[in-house]
């Protein structure tokens, strides 16, 4: 079984601000690694995924995180963050062999301030 | 291309009554997923379709909760009859079949239910 525990239920940080969002993992086997972002209103849409290769992934608008085997974790970070990044932000995992079954965190509401 | 679709986006209803949602995937997906996501939590996969076959539903509580996928299309999912915490949002997400190892899902924007 697998599980993803995202430390901080909510970040509240001022516009132009570094964030960094955290999400650590466990698992018995290797797994794919996901942050998903849920705007007010909207559905969830992917933001990023590690599957194999490079341990730092970049979304489009800014964001990276990287997977560290060793500790488990897979954080998310923007060194700059705007306004229309308010939203709440979900950690997933997927077993290689699950069928593409995902496993949430719990999320971090990421709360831009003026 | 269009989006997944949920319909109503709201429902309220009284414990023991029965609910039913639907969702029209996107076009082509081969897989249809239902989440249940309770305010506060991340969501919680219920049911993954493949085709019109169930892949998995170990967390689909059966006794009350019951989905099918006619045709391989759209999906319904009832709730019949409802609890307490059974309030919660229930999404919808699809996913083309060379997407599987890839983890990406498209979701619906999903529907409120309320249970009185």
């Known amino acids: 079984a697998q599980s993803v525990t995202q430390l901080d239920s909510q970040v509240p940080v001022f516009e132009e601000a570094p964030v960094e969002l955290r999400c650590n993992y466990s698992?018995?086997?290797?797994?794919?690694l996901f942050w998903y972002v849920q705007y007010p209103n909207q559905g969830l849409q992917l933001l990023l995924k590690?599957?194999?290769?490079?341990?730092l992934v970049e979304s489009i608008n800014g964001f990276e995180a990287e997977f560290n085997k060793s500790q488990t974790s897979f954080h998310l970070r923007k060194p700059s963050v705007h306004i229309s990044d308010t939203a709440e932000y979900f950690c997933?995992?997927?077993?290689?062999?699950?069928?593409?079954?995902?496993?949430f965190g719990g999320g971090t509401r990421l709360m831009v301030k003026p | 291309e269009a989006g997944v679709a949920q319909s109503p986006r709201y429902k309220i209803i009284e414990k023991r009554q029965s609910v039913a949602f639907w969702c029209n995937p996107i076009s082509g997906h081969a897989t249809l997923y239902w989440y249940q996501q309770i305010l506060g939590q991340g969501p919680k996969l219920l049911i993954q379709f493949q085709n019109n076959g169930v892949v998995d539903d170990s967390q689909l509580p059966k006794d009350r909760f019951s989905a099918e996928r006619l045709k391989g299309v759209d999906s319904t999912l009832k709730i019949q009859p409802a609890k307490l915490e059974d309030s919660a949002v229930y999404l919808c997400a699809s996913s083309p079949l060379a997407g599987l190892a890839s983890g990406e899902q498209y979701f619906g924007p999903g529907t409120r239910l309320t249970v009185t």
């Open positions: 997933a995992v997927s077993h290689y062999n699950a069928g593409n079954m995902l496993t």
């Open positions: 698992s018995s086997v290797s797994v794919y």
């Open positions: 590690y599957l194999s290769g490079s341990t």
